[in-house]
């Protein structure tokens, strides 16, 4: 996933007026690639840690609010234990391939400014 340039060739719109010379950029060197890896893992962190906030306010017996922990997802022996172990391992997977990601940017000249 990180690296190589296979698959699109940078033809991302990110509003910048250097869009013209990152299409000709192989995606290693072209911050609209790793921004485009990017934006979907970034989401998914966001939804990863409102969902350990849930199981937290779970196991500290807040019950308001209208999320609830869902022990079924994680079968019928899951406890809210269980559950907010599992997503803490989804979001350091999560955190792992974002780190990835912007260390191969980095590596090959990629400012992080570039990636906002």
Do not use: C, F
Not at 48 to 72: H, P, Y
């Amino acid at each position: 996933m990180v690296g190589g340039s296979q698959g699109e060739g940078g033809t991302g719109t990110n509003g910048s007026g250097t869009q013209g010379n990152q299409q000709n950029l192989p995606n290693e060197k072209n911050p609209s690639w790793y921004k485009k890896q990017l934006d979907p893992l970034y989401a998914k962190l966001d939804a990863i840690n409102a969902q350990i906030a849930n199981a937290e306010a779970a196991l500290s017996g807040d019950t308001r609010g209208s999320d609830s922990v869902s022990l079924n997802a994680y079968g019928m022996t899951a406890t809210p234990g269980d559950q907010l172990k599992e997503l803490q391992a989804q979001k350091q997977d999560v955190q792992d391939k974002i780190d990835a990601l912007l260390d191969a940017a980095r590596h090959n000249g990629v400012e992080p400014g570039e990636l906002r």
